[in-house]
């Protein structure tokens, strides 16, 4: 069955250091896609980064990094030099492909706050 | 170029009301979604539209929940009678596939009394 874990509620990050952000995720499909998604306290999803299944690099988009280790089911979200608008919440999500019928889960979301 | 437009942003009914929330996605996006926020919670899918046709609504309570998307292209979902667990943030989606990134709306946050 699909599924995708953040096993941490809050996190804690000092003004212009680096944090990692966990997210497993279980999946029988072959192809699929992981998805992380930035929500401020207004509301709005933000989407950040994409890291498909056969994809042989990690992604990256300015600050976010994707760790992706597929042998570990995992898909880490690194954020570099983090600033004090990077405090939110963040999601992971998956989607599968054609054997799961491209359905997108995500999960509990980790509330990340960046110190001054 | 404009994002998903969501309207309205709160809405505060009392149960047994009936509610509508209307989404305009982004153009040229074939794929519409529909999730529901509780609060501290990540979003679940209610219903999945590829054009005008809904391919994805087994998580949609059917019983008082319903949807449409006319012409493929804005959506209406809709909750008749609403119950106080119905109160949370409905969140609107769209992709330009339903393989690529999905991009939100604001949500429209319900309250139920």
């Known amino acids: 069955a699909q599924k995708i874990t953040q096993t941490q509620p809050g996190m804690f990050v000092q003004e212009k250091e680096a944090v990692t952000l966990d997210c497993t995720y279980d999946?029988?499909?072959?192809?699929?896609?992981l998805f992380w998604y930035k929500q401020p306290s207004s509301g709005e999803m933000i989407f950040l980064i994409y890291q498909g299944s056969y994809d042989q690099q990690n992604a990256t988009e300015g600050r976010y990094s994707l760790n992706f280790q597929k042998a570990r089911k995992s898909a880490n979200l690194v954020i570099s030099a983090s600033q004090l608008g990077d405090s939110a919440m963040y999601f992971c999500a998956m989607r599968e492909g054609y054997t799961g019928g491209f359905k997108t889960i995500f999960g509990a979301g980790t509330r990340l706050f960046v110190k001054a | 170029e404009a994002g998903v437009v969501q309207s309205p942003r709160y809405k505060i009914i009392e149960k047994k009301q009936p509610v509508a929330f209307w989404c305009n996605p982004i153009s040229g996006h074939n794929t519409l979604y529909w999730y529901l926020q509780n609060l501290g919670q990540g979003p679940e899918l209610l219903i999945r539209?590829?054009?005008?046709?809904?391919?994805?609504d087994s998580q949609l309570p059917k019983d008082r929940f319903s949807a449409e998307r006319l012409k493929g292209v804005d959506s209406t979902l809709k909750i008749q009678p609403a119950e106080l667990g119905d109160s949370a943030v409905y969140l609107c989606?769209?992709?330009?596939?339903?393989?690529?990134?999905?991009?939100f709306g604001q949500g429209t946050r319900l309250t139920v009394v």
């Open positions: 999946t029988s499909d072959p192809s699929y896609g």
């Open positions: 539209y590829e054009n005008e046709e809904a391919v994805d």
């Open positions: 989606a769209s992709s330009y596939s339903r393989q690529t990134e999905a991009f």
